[in-house]
Structures are given as structure tokens and as C-alpha cells.
């Protein structure tokens, strides 16, 4: 159903530029299907925890993995800004970073206090004095690639036994406890 939805928008915005350069719309009278409306798939607070504490802390893997999944949970970034997130892009003091988005689009985002804790604890004892300038590296001291991310979260699902984890969710997540924490979404 999705597939024909999407087939009778791109037929209709074509009748659109026919019409637009003069010519008869054979499509104006098409009706596009309804598709079923899916209930935003969250994370649960018990299945929050978990996912903060499958990893030992105390640990390289464990203290990045935290500063991770809470600069997620707080910001809502997509994982391709949280791969390309520069050192210098975390202003700790404001408790904000600068990221960029899909087309090339800049845009702060906030985190809060648990967030700040854990990138400051992050960055001081297990990131040490790297010279590269991203946020994340990887166990060598190497920039985290996109997909690197996303294994790190699929090594997370599969620890933690939450099989519906991935990093798009946790953008969900993000996204409706923002609104439902009464943030406005434009």
C-alpha cells in the first residue's frame, strides 16, 4: 500500500507540471490510498536503564557507550550527526552543541545535566588528550564512522535484550518525551 501511495503522489505532482506547462492533467481525478497511522515506537524508562547500565561504566567502551546513548536520548540527533560531532562543537558550559544536519544545516541542540556528567566524565578520564578533533573515537583513538555507531547500538540490542533498538528509535524517543515534557516542535 505504501509503494501505490507513493506511485499516485508522483503521478499527481507530474499532472501538476503538465498542467503548470500547458497541458491537459490526466491525473487530477486520482485518489491517493489512505495509509494505517503506527503509533510512535518509544523506549520505556526500565528499558532506559538497562541500557545505561549493560556496559561497566568504569571502562573505556562503557563510559563512551553512556555518553552516547545520553547525547542521543537528550538531543535527538540522527547518527550520522552524532558520527561527525567535532570536539570543539560541545560547548559544555551552555550545555548545548553545534551539529550538522541533513543539507549541509547547522543547528544547536541541547543537553541536560545527566548528559553533561557523562561527556565531561567522557572526554576527561577515557578520551584522554587524543589529537583527532571528533567527539566519539573509536578504541584506537579514530573517528566513530556512521556505521561504527550503529554497531555499537546493535552490540547494545543484542546485550541488552531490547530487539527493537536502534539508533532511529532512540531519535523517537527523544521526540516524544520532548513534546510530552511540553517542547514545541517548531
Not at 503521478?11 to 481525478?29: C, H, I, Q
Not at 536503564?49 to 552516547?68: C, D, M, S, V
Not at 550545555?95 to 541542540?109: L, N, P
Request: net charge positive; proline share 3%; aromatic share 12%.
Amino acid at each position: 500500500l505504501g509503494t501505490i501511495h507513493q506511485e499516485v503522489r508522483s503521478l499527481k505532482t507530474f499532472g501538476v507540471w503538465l498542467a503548470d506547462n500547458g497541458y491537459a492533467n490526466p491525473f487530477s481525478s486520482l485518489k491517493t490510498p489512505k495509509l494505517p497511522r503506527h503509533l510512535i515506537d518509544i523506549l520505556s524508562d526500565d528499558e532506559i536503564k538497562t541500557l545505561f547500565n549493560i556496559y561497566n561504566p568504569e571502562t573505556h567502551f562503557g563510559a563512551r557507550w553512556q555518553a552516547i546513548l545520553g547525547f542521543f536520548l537528550d538531543t535527538g540527533v540522527r547518527v550520522g550527526e552524532l558520527a561527525g560531532l567535532m570536539i570543539e562543537d560541545i560547548d559544555l558550559q551552555n550545555f548545548r552543541a553545534k551539529v550538522m544536519g541533513k543539507g549541509a544545516k547547522e543547528r544547536y541542540v541541547l543537553f541536560g545535566n545527566r548528559t553533561h556528567r557523562l561527556l565531561t566524565r567522557y572526554f576527561a578520564i577515557f578520551r584522554g588528550e587524543s589529537p583527532s578533533p571528533y567527539a566519539f573515537l573509536t578504541m584506537d583513538g579514530e573517528a566513530l564512522s556512521l556505521k561504527a555507531v550503529q554497531n555499537i547500538v546493535s552490540n547494545a540490542r543484542r546485550k541488552s535484550g531490547i530487539a527493537r533498538l536502534h539508533c532511529h528509535l532512540l531519535r523517537h524517543t527523544f521526540a516524544t518525551t520532548f513534546l510530552l515534557s511540553g517542547g514545541n516542535a517548531f
